[in-house]
Nanobody, 123 residues
Framework: RLVESGGGLVQPGGSLRLSCTGS????????IGWFRQAPGKEREGVSD???????RYADSLKGRFTISRDDATNTVYLQMANLEPEDTAIYYC???????????????????WGQGTQVTVPT
């Protein structure tokens, strides 16, 4: 399973680092993605890192987020900087079987989801 942590309340312009740790699976064997869902909106893909280390980001992030993987701790991180109220959402990590060429927001091939962690940036 996947376990997320690191969410919370942060003021606009602040930073947070989300963690996604694998339990019973090696994250390096999967493509790991971060998704978010804001109230009243559809879930969207934020970023992912493939089993081979290829990285993608949503264009809307304007370079504010950074994804990384630490194989030693079996953890994928999402470093979020210069946070905006529009970033308020529940953030989920997910593990996708490698080999799927899909959009960032696609859920095809996903075999594990984390429980989600709330990020709140007040106006």
């Amino acid at each position: 399973r996947l376990v997320e942590s690191g969410g919370g309340l942060v003021q606009p312009g602040g930073s947070l680092r989300l963690s996604c740790t694998g339990s019973g699976l090696s994250l390096g064997d999967f493509d790991i993605g971060w998704f978010r869902q804001a109230p009243g909106k559809e879930r969207e893909g934020v970023s992912d890192i493939s089993d081979r280390g290829r990285i993608r980001y949503a264009d809307s992030l304007k370079g504010r987020f950074t994804i990384s993987r630490d194989d030693a701790t079996n953890t994928v991180y999402l470093q979020m900087a210069n946070l905006e109220p529009e970033d308020t959402a529940i953030y989920y990590c997910a593990a996708r079987r490698p080999g799927f060429t899909v959009s960032l927001s696609s859920t095809l091939g996903i075999v594990y989801w984390g429980q989600g962690t709330q990020v709140t940036v007040p106006t």
